[in-house]
């Protein structure tokens, strides 16, 4: 079955470093990739998204190019601020008939930015 | 409203008793979503509706969960005699076209 593996947190930076969490992927098709965050106290937000290979998502500073090759969606940031201190979720979509937009996710990645 | 609403957001449950979860999906949404996400883990998708239609329980770990969706609206997942195991936070999502929209979770700690 579908499965999804992020880099073991939690992950500590100081404010303005470079950040990356790596995801890889297993999936039989062609999934969608998906990454989101929760922020304390929050619900799960999309933070941005890739449907098919080479394309990159990006949203508020974030990056994550979907890498067929290497079955990876590794997100990156070049400057953390406090404020992204949050719990990271990549997640994969293979849309079937009777699972619409069912979403399989990694266990998650808490990042800890300090100022 | 102007997203997934769910309650209650806190359940303290003693061992044997059964509870019943409730969704709010965003008005129009045809696509819900149920969720178990464990302390320190990712989400695990548990059951799909479309519309009223139950189109995939393949999650639910075992037949004391029941979800339904009578009217195509509002959800509710059931768990009956309540196991220290299924102490987690349920996770409802609604969608129309794709994109999720996750509420906040209501946290079940089974005593």
């Known amino acids: 079955g579908d499965s999804v593996t992020q880099m073991e947190g939690p992950v500590t930076l100081s404010e303005e470093a470079f950040l990356t969490i790596n995801c890889t992927y297993t999936?039989?098709?062609?999934?969608?990739l998906f990454w989101y965050v929760q922020y304390p106290g929050e619900g799960l937000q999309l933070l941005l998204k890739?449907?098919?290979?080479?394309d990159k998502g990006s949203n508020k500073g974030f990056e994550a190019t979907y890498r067929k090759e290497t079955t990876s969606f590794h997100l990156e940031k070049g400057s953390v601020q406090v404020s992204d201190s949050a719990v990271y979720f990549c997640?994969?979509?293979?849309?079937?008939?009777?699972?619409?937009?069912?979403?399989?996710f990694g266990e998650g990645t808490q990042l800890t930015v300090n100022p | 409203g102007a997203g997934v609403s769910q309650s209650p957001r806190y359940k303290v449950a003693k061992r044997g008793q059964d509870v019943a979860l409730r969704c709010d999906p965003i008005s129009g949404h045809v696509s819900l979503f149920w969720y178990q996400q464990a302390l320190g883990q990712g989400p695990e998708f548990l059951t799909y509706f479309q519309n009223e239609a139950q189109l995939d329980k393949s999650g639910l770990p075992s037949d004391r969960f029941f979800a339904e969706r009578p009217e195509g609206s509002v959800s509710t997942l059931k768990i009956q005699r309540t196991q220290q195991e299924d102490s987690a936070v349920y996770l409802c999502a609604s969608s129309l076209e794709g994109e999720l929209f996750f509420g906040e979770g209501s946290r079940l700690t089974v005593l």
């Open positions: 890739a449907t098919k290979a080479d």
């Open positions: 999936a039989t098709g062609y999934p969608s």
């Open positions: 997640a994969l979509s293979d849309r079937g008939e009777t699972s619409g937009s069912r979403l399989t």
